[in-house]
C-alpha cells in the first residue's frame, strides 16, 4: 500500500479537502486504484451533533457514518463509497484507547499517548486503507489520507507523532507528503509572499515531517522566482513545487496538477514511474462545459442554515451536476426561511421583501433538511407557493415533511396538523418520532444510512427517472416520518406515496401526480449524485425547471424495455437514470465520463 499524507498551513480553508480529492483524481486517471482516509482532530466521535454553522454539512456514509464533508468530495470525485472507519476523529482513537484499556489489553501498563494512541492511529490508519471502497475485490493501490487542521494546532499533535512514525514505518518509497500553504499578495506591495510558507514548512519540519511536494494556494500562477525561493528556503525541489491559482469551478483543479506534472512528482516518491500519463479527457470536458453554460436555471432554496453554503453543500453539488446535465447555468438563490413568514413583514419588511421576489423569481424551489422549528413556518409557506402555483418543487427529509403538513393543513383543512417535532401536544400529528430513536441521546440515534425503497406506484415521475426499477437503494437522516395512521387520508385528498420502504408502513418518496414537478423524498439523494450520474431527483427538479421534463421522461420510458426485474444486477437496482443511448445523451446533455473518475 502506498500512502499520500496531506496536511495544510498558515490559515484553513485553503483547500486541502479539494487538493486531497483531486490527487486522487490524478492517481486514479494514471490507472492506479485509490481509496481517502480523513483525520479530524476534534473530540466528537463524529460529525453527527455537530451544527451546520460550526463545521458544515454532514455527510452520510452508506453504512450510516455521519462524517466531514470532505467525505462528500472524496466520493464524488473518485466515485467510490466510503466507510465510518475512513473518517478518523480524536474522539473515535481516545474512545478505542480507553475501550482498550477497560478490558485489561494493555496488561497493566501505563496509557499514554505514546505509544498506545499514536499506535492506535497507525493501526486505523492501515485497516481502513485496506477496505475496498470502489466496487472491486482487494484493497486499493494508494491511500489519500488528509489531515485535518492547520500545522501547529495543539489538537493535531498525536496524529502528527502517529504520522511521522507511520512514515518511517512504511518506508520512503510508500510514503508522499503533500503540504498545502498560502501565498498571498499583499496590495500595498504587489507581490507573492513566500514567508507565510516558509513559516508553516518550518514549523512541519520541527514537528519531524518534511514536505516532499508543495502545493500553494494563490490568485494567480506563481512566478519563477518565487518557486525558487520556496525551493530554496523549504528544502523542496522547483519540479514539485505547484500553484493551485483560483480557477471557475474545481473541476479544474485535477487539471491543473496534471498539466504541471504534479502527478510525477509523487509517483516518483512512491516509486511508480512504470505508469501512464493520467487520461483527464472526459473531465477536462466537463469542466469546460461547465465554464461555458449561459443560459440559467434559477432554482431558490429554502432553508434554515443559509448564511452558510457549505451548510448545504451536497445539495449545490447534486444541483451542480443535475443543471450540467440539462445543459444550464445554476443560479441559486438563497432564500432564509424565516424571512417568508407574517411576523417578518412587521419586523424586518426590506428583507421579507427580497425573498418573496427571490421566490417568486425562481424557476423551481427546493426545500433541504434540518432541525429544529426556526423557519419551519417559511418552509411551509413556500411548499405552499410552489404547489398552488404549478413550480417545480423538491422537498428534501424536512423538505417533505412540511410537504405533508402544508398539504394536511390546506386540503384536509386540519388547521393545527403539525410534527411533533415542533408541537408534541398536537391534535393532528402527520410526522411523528420513529418508535426505535433515542430521545436521550443525539449521537448515532437516527434512521442512518442506506436504506431500500420500493416504487409502489409505476407510473410516477420519480420511478421514470429512477430508470423504471422496482427499488431503489438511499442514505437516510432522520428521527421523524410520516404518520402512518393519515397515510390514507392523505391519499384520498390526491397527495400519492408512490415511494415506501419494505414494510410499507415508512413513506420515502411522495408526489402530486397532476403538479409539473412537487416530489418529497425521506432520503437525502444529494449524497450520492455524481457529476456523470446526477441524482435522479435532482434532476427531475432542474428538467422541469428548464421545461425539459417532458422530453426527458418520453425519452427514459423509451430507452429501456426490458422488465423490472431485468433492471436489477446482483439484487441492486441499476441506479444511473441515463439508459437512453448516445444520441439522446448529447440531446438532452447527459454526459457519463467513461473514465471511472466523478467530480
Given at each position: ?113 505514546v505509544p498506545h494512541v ?152 512512491l516509486d511508480l514511474l ?46 451542480l451536476h443535475a443543471s ?276
Amino acid at each position: 500500500m502506498k500512502y499520500v499524507l496531506v496536511t495544510g498551513g498558515v490559515v484553513s480553508g485553503l483547500g486541502k479537502g479539494v487538493t486531497a480529492s483531486s490527487i486522487g483524481v490524478v492517481l486514479k486517471a494514471c490507472g492506479l486504484r485509490v481509496t481517502s482516509i480523513k483525520i479530524d482532530p476534534y473530540l466528537n466521535t463524529d460529525a453527527g451533533t455537530m451544527s451546520p454553522f460550526e463545521h458544515g454539512e454532514v455527510f452520510v456514509l452508506d453504512d450510516g457514518g455521519e462524517a466531514d464533508l470532505d467525505l462528500g468530495n472524496y466520493e464524488r470525485f473518485l466515485d467510490i463509497k466510503l466507510t465510518r472507519d475512513n473518517n478518523i476523529t480524536t474522539g473515535k482513537i481516545y474512545q478505542f484507547v480507553i475501550n482498550k484499556e477497560r478490558k485489561g489489553d494493555y496488561l497493566g501498563k501505563t496509557v499514554q499517548v505514546v505509544p498506545h494512541v499514536t499506535d492506535a492511529i497507525q493501526e486505523w490508519i492501515e485497516r481502513a486503507a485496506m477496505i475496498p471502497v470502489d466496487g472491486e475485490e482487494g484493497p486499493a493501490d494508494v491511500c489519500v489520507i488528509e489531515l485535518g487542521g492547520t500545522i501547529g494546532d495543539i489538537e493535531s499533535m498525536p496524529f502528527i507523532e502517529a504520522l511521522c512514525q507511520f512514515s518511517c514505518r512504511v518506508g520512503p518509497g510508500n510514503f508522499c507528503l503533500v503540504h498545502v500553504s498560502l501565498v498571498p499578495v499583499l496590495n500595498v506591495v504587489g507581490e507573492q509572499k513566500t514567508k507565510p510558507t516558509q513559516h508553516s514548512v518550518r514549523g512541519l519540519r520541527a514537528l519531524g515531517l518534511a514536505p516532499n511536494v508543495l502545493a500553494c494556494r494563490s490568485e494567480k500562477p506563481l512566478d519563477e522566482n518565487v518557486k525558487g525561493k520556496l525551493s530554496q528556503f523549504c528544502h523542496v525541489p522547483v519540479e514539485n513545487i505547484f500553484t493551485l491559482y483560483d480557477v471557475s469551478n474545481i473541476w479544474h483543479v485535477p487539471l491543473l496538477l496534471r498539466d504541471q506534472k504534479a502527478h510525477k512528482a509523487i509517483l516518483t516518491k512512491l516509486d511508480l514511474l512504470s505508469l501512464g500519463e493520467p487520461n483527464l479527457r472526459k473531465w477536462k470536458d466537463r469542466a469546460e462545459l461547465c465554464d461555458t453554460l449561459h443560459d440559467p436555471v434559477k432554482i431558490a432554496i429554502v432553508g434554515k442554515y443559509t448564511g452558510l453554503s457549505d451548510s448545504y453543500l451536497s445539495v449545490l453539488k447534486a444541483l451542480l451536476h443535475a443543471s450540467v446535465a440539462c445543459q444550464r447555468k445554476l443560479v441559486v438563490e438563497w432564500v432564509p426561511a424565516a424571512d417568508l413568514e407574517e411576523l417578518r413583514a412587521i419586523e424586518a419588511p426590506n428583507l421579507h421583501g427580497k425573498a418573496w421576489n427571490m421566490l417568486k423569481g425562481a424557476d423551481g424551489i427546493l426545500v433541504p433538511g434540518g432541525f429544529g422549528d426556526r423557519g419551519v413556518q417559511g418552509k411551509i409557506i413556500a411548499a405552499k407557493y410552489a404547489r398552488e402555483n404549478n413550480v417545480p418543487f423538491l422537498g428534501i427529509c424536512l423538505g417533505m415533511q412540511i410537504a405533508v403538513i402544508e398539504y394536511a393543513r390546506s386540503i384536509l383543512k386540519l388547521q393545527n396538523a403539525n410534527s411533533t417535532e415542533f408541537d408534541p401536544d398536537t391534535k393532528n400529528p402527520c410526522v411523528i418520532f420513529m418508535p426505535e430513536g433515542s430521545k436521550t441521546h443525539m449521537g448515532g440515534t437516527m434512521r442512518l444510512g442506506s436504506r431500500r425503497t420500493f416504487f409502489h406506484v409505476l407510473d410516477c415521475k420519480s420511478a421514470k427517472l429512477y430508470g423504471n426499477v422496482r427499488y431503489i437503494d438511499e442514505r437516510h437522516r432522520h428521527r421523524y416520518e410520516v404518520n402512518p395512521g393519515m397515510i390514507l387520508e392523505l391519499e384520498n385528498a390526491g397527495l400519492t406515496f408512490v415511494g415506501k420502504d419494505e414494510t410499507g408502513r415508512r413513506m420515502e418518496i411522495l408526489e402530486l401526480l397532476t403538479h409539473p414537478y412537487f416530489v418529497g423524498v425521506q432520503f437525502h439523494p444529494e449524497y450520492k449524485s455524481r457529476p456523470g450520474k446526477p441524482s435522479a431527483p435532482f434532476l427531475g427538479l432542474v428538467a422541469a425547471s428548464c421545461g425539459q421534463l417532458g422530453r426527458l421522461l418520453q425519452s427514459l420510458s423509451h430507452s429501456d424495455m426490458r422488465t423490472h426485474k431485468d433492471l436489477s444486477i446482483n439484487g441492486a437496482p441499476k441506479l444511473n437514470p441515463y439508459q437512453n443511448g448516445d444520441n439522446n445523451k448529447r440531446a438532452y446533455g447527459l454526459y457519463s465520463n467513461g473514465d471511472g473518475v466523478h467530480a
